[in-house]
């Protein structure tokens, strides 16, 4: 069992940065992918970012390539998502989920747990 909780939302300003932390609990962390999805009203939830188990695969939307930086602590349980050159188009409710598949990217429908998202707003 693996209990995910995300933190760093906010209000920003357009351009300016935020990072988002999905704490985990439970020993087995590092045996699971993790993956950023984002929700934004009245849109379906899109992905966002992939780590791998080890941290030393990534992968991102087109939409926030060269601006989001996902990484991974193992010893720390988290994962992290540094946004930097935040766009209004970027205000969403953020979620962090765990895949315990081997395929990479983790395809969709293969996550085992969610976390409860943290909201991004970003202003013009």
């Known amino acids: 069992q693996v209990t995910l909780v995300e933190s760093g939302g906010g209000l920003v300003q357009a351009g300016g940065s935020l990072r988002l932390s999905c704490a985990a609990s439970?020993?087995?962390?590092?045996?699971?992918?993790i993956v950023w999805f984002r929700q934004a009203p009245g849109k379906e939830r899109e992905f966002v970012a992939a780590?791998?188990?080890?941290?030393?695969?990534?992968y991102y939307a087109d939409s926030v390539k060269g601006r989001f930086t996902i990484s991974r602590d193992n010893a720390k349980n988290t994962v992290y998502l540094q946004m930097n050159s935040l766009k209004p188009e970027d205000t969403a409710i953020y979620y962090c989920?765990?895949?315990?598949?081997?395929?990479?990217?983790?395809?969709?429908?293969?996550?085992?747990?969610w976390g409860q998202g943290t909201q991004v707003t970003v202003s013009s």
């Open positions: 439970g020993r087995t962390f590092s045996l699971y992918a």
């Open positions: 989920a765990a895949s315990s598949i081997s395929a990479w990217p983790p395809p969709r429908g293969s996550y085992d747990y």
């Open positions: 780590v791998n188990r080890g941290g030393t695969r990534t």
